[in-house]
């Protein structure tokens, strides 16, 4: 990448134009973030399919967490109060999700927080799952009944994020762990950081990370979701932003001018990013995985309704949790996996997981309702 002077002035007085315009340096350095955009006014009907209770409760939805922040999920109006959850095939990660696994989990999560939202509403979402495998499009139907309110903080919702750093290596409490257990059922593990399923997990994550960089497709699939610019981020609203990706001060505010996606191919880059992810992967207080007895789409939109369920108290308990999710992604690691737990034990999350002392606010970027919604 060459940089001549010219050039470096030109962008350096654009990230201070847009410094004066966001208010804060930190966003100067780090990027967009989701407090810089306006956030969808709840008062208005969203779309002409919705009204304004139908908007409100897909915004929250949206604010579920997915891989590579791709946000796979569409919406179909049918009638009023019956909608289709479905997989949109442009959102797909064939690269590291060839099977839809993954994608099918974020559309769990998408439900779990719709589900969650309509009951704050009035009304329960009843669903169905239509799909008969992971690769239709129209996978969940949902019918909401005007059945009286259920109250739930939704302020969970617009406060979950996936953190990265700064964890610290105490051992999660027992009550937290038992909190987090309950919506899945004995289907939560925990390994203390330190014994030696842990040890095991932190080394096949690492190790599954560094085949994953190295894999070109992979790789190149991944840039196609990386936001570094804050025109993209603006244009897109998905993927991983600089900010996403937990890339701060000069560093951020470097890669969002002088770096463009392209570069994540260069092996430096590779090599930096392992070696980040084996600092990371050895902090914190131990890891969590979230199995499932099979791998049916019913099974894995279950997994993810119940992962983030759990996901959504973490905050209060000052608890971060980060998926890294290369080893149940790669060959290596898969047959690592299926060699090492019984039929009917399938993982579906593993997790890292650790207390913050500050926890920072959401920085991913969604897109509107009406961009996701069909008519
Ligand atoms: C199925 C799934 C897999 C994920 N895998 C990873 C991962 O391997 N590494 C990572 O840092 N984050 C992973 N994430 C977290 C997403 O990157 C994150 O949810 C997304 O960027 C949106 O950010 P947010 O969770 O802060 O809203 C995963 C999330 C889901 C639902």
């Known amino acids: 990448m060459k940089i001549n002077r010219r050039s470096f002035l030109k962008r350096a007085l654009a990230a201070g134009s847009m410094a004066v315009g966001t208010g804060s340096l930190v966003s100067a350095c780090s990027g967009l973030r989701r407090a810089d955009l306006p956030d969808q006014d709840l008062s208005k009907p969203i779309s002409g399919q919705l009204d304004q209770i139908g908007g409100a409760i897909l915004y929250y939805a949206s604010l579920a967490p997915s891989g590579h922040n791709a946000q796979p999920w569409f919406v179909r109006v049918v009638k009023n109060n019956e909608w289709i959850i479905g997989l949109d095939p442009q959102r797909r990660l064939p690269e590291v999700d060839p099977d839809n696994r993954e994608a099918l989990l974020s559309l769990g999560a998408f439900a779990e927080n719709l589900s969650l939202a309509a009951g704050t509403y009035g009304y329960k979402a009843e669903m169905e799952i239509i799909a008969g495998n992971p690769f239709e499009q129209d996978i969940i139907k949902v019918a909401l009944i005007n059945t009286g309110t259920i109250d739930y903080p ?17 051992e999660i409490k027992k009550e937290d762990i038992r909190a987090l257990s309950e919506p899945l059922k004995g289907r939560l593990f925990y390994f203390p950081k330190g014994t030696e399923h842990a040890k095991c997990t932190e080394e096949g994550a690492i190790e599954n990370f560094r085949i994953q960089v190295n894999r070109d497709n992979a790789q190149q699939e991944l840039v196609r979701w990386v936001r570094l610019s804050n025109k993209d981020a603006e244009r897109y609203r998905d993927g991983l932003t600089v900010g996403g990706m937990e890339i701060r001060g000069f560093k951020g505010w470097f890669v969002r001018n002088f770096i463009n996606p392209q570069d994540f191919m260069k092996p430096s880059f590779r090599k930096q990013s392992i070696d980040l992810t084996a600092k990371l992967a050895r902090q914190g207080g131990g890891w969590l995985v979230i199995t499932s007895e099979g791998q049916t789409v019913v099974d894995l939109v279950d997994s993810g309704r119940r992962f983030e369920r759990m996901a959504l108290m973490a905050r209060e308990r000052k608890l971060a949790i980060q998926p890294m999710t290369q080893y149940l992604e790669e060959k290596e690691g898969l047959q690592q996996i299926a060699a090492n737990h019984a039929a009917g034990v399938v993982p ?19 897109r509107p309702v009406d961009w996701f919604v069909k008519p």
């Open 154 to 170: 939704l302020e969970r919702l617009k406060r979950r994020m996936t953190v990265k750093q700064g964890y610290l290596p105490d």
């Open 348 to 366: 579906q999350f593993l997790l890292r997981v650790g207390y913050l002392k500050n926890y920072p606010n959401p920085v991913s970027l969604r």
